[in-house]
Structures are given as structure tokens and as C-alpha cells.
Nanobody, 122 residues
Framework: VQLQASGGGLVQAGDSLRLSCAAS????????MGWFRQGPGKERDFVSG????????NYADSVKGRFTISRDNAKNTVYLQMNYLKPEDTAVYYC????????????????WGQGTQVTVSS
């Protein structure tokens, strides 16, 4: 099983980025997908999640209205569109997969990608 996250980078405040996470080695459509982030010296926090079909989504309060999660089950890929980025969004972003049910708790996700760095300068 592999979750390959990409799309991170160094941007300025107010810019946008789109993260992608390509999955292989699992039946993608049977996994809810989540994005988490971890800043320096901080815990890994939930950012956004999407159900197996894409019909349900949820977001951390800090990103509501700015970030949009989506998935393409035909491409085994989940996306995170991040708009109006702020310096406090700086972190390593991880994608993760949870069997069937959408969660916000990291320990309920059984598959994890390697992370992609997002740095937002002021």
C-alpha cells in the first residue's frame, strides 16, 4: 500500500496550492480519506476528510471556507485545494486512509503517506 502526497511548496500569504495524494495497493473506493498536518513541535491535526463516495466532507474550523477536499475514485486520488493560505497553515501535510468510515481522529486511519511540506511566508 502506498499513499503518495505531492503538491506542497513555498508560497506567499494569500496564494493557493493544490495537494494530491495518489493511492495504490488498496481498494481506494472502500476508504475514507483524510488530510492532516503537523507543524514544528506540534501534534498532527485533522484538516479535512472525505467519505468513500465523496458525498460527505468535513473540515477543521481553521480551514473552513478556504480549503476544499475532493476525490476521484477512478484515479485513486484525493485532493486538497488550499486557497487564501496563511502563515499558520505552514506544516507537513499528510494524507491518510481509513476503512469505510470518515473520522477526524488520526489513530483511526490505518494507512499514511509520507507527507508534503507547505510553507507560507507572510
Amino acid at each position: 500500500v502506498q499513499l503518495q502526497a505531492s503538491g506542497g511548496g513555498l508560497v506567499q500569504a494569500g496564494d493557493s496550492l493544490r495537494l494530491s495524494c495518489a493511492a495504490s495497493g488498496l481498494t481506494f473506493s472502500t476508504y475514507a480519506m483524510g488530510w492532516f498536518r503537523q507543524g514544528p513541535g506540534k501534534e498532527r491535526d485533522f484538516v479535512s476528510g472525505i467519505s468513500t463516495s465523496g458525498g460527505s466532507t468535513n473540515y477543521a474550523d481553521s480551514v473552513k471556507g478556504r480549503f476544499t477536499i475532493s476525490r476521484d475514485n477512478a484515479k485513486n486520488t484525493v485532493y486538497l485545494q488550499m486557497n487564501y493560505l496563511k502563515p499558520e497553515d505552514t506544516a507537513v501535510y499528510y494524507c491518510a486512509a481509513a476503512p469505510w468510515v470518515l473520522h477526524t481522529t488520526p489513530r483511526l486511519y490505518t494507512k499514511w503517506g509520507q507527507g508534503t511540506q507547505v510553507t507560507v511566508s507572510s
